[in-house]
C-alpha cells in the first residue's frame, strides 16, 4: 500500500473505485491553475468545462465488476444517508477514551464497538480501529474490552496520580526547574536579541526586490517565511521575558494551593459526565494512552500507560513554569483490565 506498511483504510478504498481512470475514463481540466489576475492558485473548473476521453487500454476494472461497484457504492450512500437522519433522533452515547487511547502493538485509535451477547443484549466495546478496518496483517490485536472495565481502571489510576504526594513532588521539581531557568532563559534571550536584527534586514531587502517588480512566488514565500519567524521569535522573547518576571515572584505556597484547590476540583469531577471527563483528560495528559493486550494464565485484556502534567490546571502564566510532562512520576501508573467473557 503507498506510504509504508499500514494497510488500505477504507476511505482510500472508496477514492480507489470512485476513481473514473481505473474504468477507462481520463478526465481533463478539472482544475484551473491561476486565477484571473494570473496569480497561481488552484480552483475547481465548472463540470460542464471537463473533458472526458475515452481510453480502453487504461482499465484495470472490468465493466460489469465497475457498473456493480457504482451500484453498491450508490446503495450504500442511500443507506447512510437514511441511518444519519435516525441518528439526529436518537440521543447521544458518548465514549469516554475514544480518540484519547491507543493501540500499543500498531498505534491505531482504541475506539468503541457494540455486540450483541447472548443473555446480555448489546454491551460496548473498546477494540482496535486498525485491526477492525484493515485487517489483522496490519494489526494482530483483536481484543475487545468491556467499556465501563477500562474506562474505570483509567478513572481510578488518574484519581491516584492526582495524589497529594505526588503533587508534592510536582511542586519540587517545579521549583528545581525554576532555579536553573534564569541562566537558560538569559542565554537564549541574548540569541534571539541577536537574530532578530538579521531577520528583519532581510525582510525589507524582500519588500524593496518586490516593489521592483520581481515579485515571484518563490520572493513571495522567502517573505512569508522570514515573517512568520519574526513573529515566532517576539513572542518566545515576550514569553522568556514574562516568565522571568513571573518566576521573580512567584508564591511557591500559592503554587501549592492552587494545585490543590484545583486538584480536588478535578478529582470531585471524574466520571460524573463524560463530556466533561474527556476535557480533564486531555488537559491532564501528554499524547494518548498505550494500551497493550495481554493474555497470562487465562487472563486476558489491557496493560495501558500514559503521561500527564499538573501544567493545565493552573491559571495564567504559572502552567508554564510547572514542571514538563517528561517530569510527571509516575504519569500514569500501569494496570490491568480484563476481557469480559461470555457470562
Same mark, same amino acid.
Not at 463540470?47 to 472490468?62: H, M, S
Not at 500499543?104 to 455486540?115: I, Q
Not at 515573517?227 to 521573580?248: M, N, P, V
Not at 501549592?256 to 459526565?273: I, M, P, S
Given at each position: 500500500?503507498?506510504?509504508?506498511?499500514?494497510?488500505?483504510?477504507?476511505? =482510500?478504498?472508496?477514492?480507489?473505485?470512485?476513481?473514473?481512470?481505473?474504468?477507462?475514463?481520463?478526465?481533463?481540466?478539472?482544475?484551473?491553475?491561476?486565477?484571473?489576475?494570473?496569480?497561481?492558485?488552484?480552483?475547481?473548473?465548472?463540470?460542464?468545462?471537463?473533458?472526458?476521453? *475515452?481510453?480502453?487500454?487504461?482499465?484495470?476494472?472490468?465493466?460489469? @465488476?465497475?457498473?456493480?461497484?457504482? =451500484?453498491?457504492?450508490?446503495?450504500?450512500?442511500?443507506?447512510?444517508?437514511?441511518?444519519?437522519?435516525?441518528?439526529?433522533?436518537?440521543?447521544?452515547?458518548?465514549? @469516554?477514551?475514544?480518540?484519547?487511547?491507543?493501540? =500499543?502493538?500498531?498505534?491505531?485509535? @482504541?475506539?468503541? %464497538?457494540?455486540?450483541?451477547?447472548?443473555?446480555?443484549?448489546?454491551?460496548? %466495546?473498546?477494540?482496535?480501529?486498525?485491526?477492525?478496518?484493515?485487517?489483522?496483517?496490519?494489526?494482530?490485536?483483536?481484543? @475487545?474490552?468491556?467499556?465501563?472495565?477500562?474506562?474505570?481502571?483509567?478513572?481510578?489510576?488518574? =484519581?491516584?496520580?492526582?495524589?497529594?504526594?505526588?503533587?508534592?513532588?510536582?511542586?519540587?521539581?517545579?521549583?528545581?526547574?525554576?532555579?536553573?531557568?534564569? *541562566?537558560?532563559?538569559?542565554?537564549?534571550?541574548?540569541?534571539?536579541?541577536?537574530?532578530?536584527?538579521?531577520?528583519?534586514?532581510?525582510?525589507?531587502?524582500?519588500?524593496? #526586490?518586490?516593489?521592483?517588480?520581481?515579485?515571484? *512566488?518563490?520572493?513571495?514565500?522567502?517573505?512569508?517565511? #522570514?515573517?512568520?519567524?519574526?513573529?515566532?521569535?517576539?513572542?518566545?522573547?515576550?514569553?522568556?521575558?514574562?516568565?522571568?518576571?513571573?518566576?521573580?515572584?512567584?508564591?511557591?505556597?500559592?503554587?501549592?494551593?492552587?494545585?490543590?484547590?484545583?486538584?480536588?476540583?478535578?478529582?470531585?469531577?471524574?466520571?460524573?459526565?463524560?463530556?466533561?471527563?474527556?476535557?480533564?483528560?486531555?488537559?491532564?495528559?501528554?499524547?494518548?494512552?498505550?494500551?497493550?493486550? %495481554? *493474555?497470562?494464565?487465562?487472563?486476558?485484556?489491557?496493560? %495501558?500507560?500514559?503521561?500527564?502534567?499538573?501544567?493545565?490546571?493552573?491559571?495564567?502564566?504559572?502552567?508554564?513554569?510547572?514542571?514538563?510532562?517528561?517530569?510527571?512520576?509516575?504519569?500514569?501508573?500501569?494496570?490491568?483490565?480484563?476481557?469480559?467473557?461470555?457470562?
Amino acid at each position: 500500500p503507498p506510504r509504508g506498511a499500514r494497510g488500505w483504510a477504507p476511505t =482510500a478504498v472508496r477514492e480507489i473505485l470512485r476513481r473514473p481512470l481505473y474504468r477507462r475514463e481520463l478526465v481533463w481540466n478539472r482544475i484551473r491553475k491561476r486565477d484571473q489576475w494570473g496569480v497561481k492558485r488552484y480552483l475547481d473548473r465548472p463540470e460542464g468545462e471537463w473533458l472526458r476521453v *475515452d481510453a480502453p487500454d487504461l482499465r484495470i476494472v472490468p465493466e460489469p @465488476l465497475g457498473r456493480a461497484a457504482q =451500484a453498491r457504492i450508490a446503495r450504500a450512500g442511500e443507506a447512510r444517508a437514511a441511518g444519519e437522519h435516525q441518528a439526529l433522533e436518537r440521543p447521544h452515547e458518548p465514549y @469516554l477514551l475514544s480518540g484519547i487511547a491507543k493501540c =500499543a502493538e500498531c498505534g491505531g485509535s @482504541l475506539v468503541a %464497538f457494540t455486540r450483541d451477547l447472548k443473555r446480555r443484549g448489546r454491551s460496548r %466495546f473498546y477494540g482496535c480501529m486498525y485491526h477492525h478496518k484493515r485487517g489483522t496483517k496490519v494489526c494482530r490485536n483483536g481484543l @475487545l474490552i468491556r467499556q465501563e472495565r477500562l474506562d474505570r481502571v483509567v478513572l481510578d489510576a488518574i =484519581a491516584e496520580a492526582l495524589d497529594e504526594r505526588i503533587l508534592e513532588r510536582a511542586v519540587e521539581k517545579a521549583l528545581a526547574r525554576l532555579r536553573k531557568a534564569p *541562566d537558560d532563559a538569559r542565554t537564549r534571550r541574548a540569541k534571539i536579541q541577536a537574530e532578530l536584527p538579521l531577520v528583519q534586514a532581510r525582510i525589507r531587502t524582500l519588500v524593496e #526586490e518586490i516593489a521592483r517588480g520581481y515579485a515571484t *512566488d518563490t520572493l513571495r514565500a522567502q517573505l512569508q517565511a #522570514e515573517e512568520r519567524r519574526k513573529r515566532d521569535l517576539e513572542a518566545e522573547l515576550e514569553h522568556l521575558t514574562g516568565s522571568r518576571a513571573t518566576a521573580a515572584s512567584l508564591d511557591v505556597e500559592r503554587l501549592r494551593r492552587e494545585l490543590r484547590r484545583q486538584v480536588a476540583d478535578v478529582r470531585g469531577l471524574l466520571g460524573r459526565n463524560v463530556a466533561q471527563t474527556r476535557q480533564i483528560l486531555r488537559r491532564l495528559l501528554v499524547g494518548r494512552l498505550a494500551c497493550e493486550a %495481554f *493474555d497470562e494464565g487465562g487472563r486476558r485484556g489491557y496493560r %495501558f500507560t500514559g503521561q500527564g502534567s499538573y501544567a493545565e490546571l493552573l491559571p495564567g502564566k504559572l502552567s508554564t513554569l510547572v514542571v514538563t510532562p517528561a517530569g510527571f512520576e509516575p504519569a500514569i501508573s500501569t494496570l490491568k483490565g480484563s476481557r469480559p467473557g461470555p457470562g
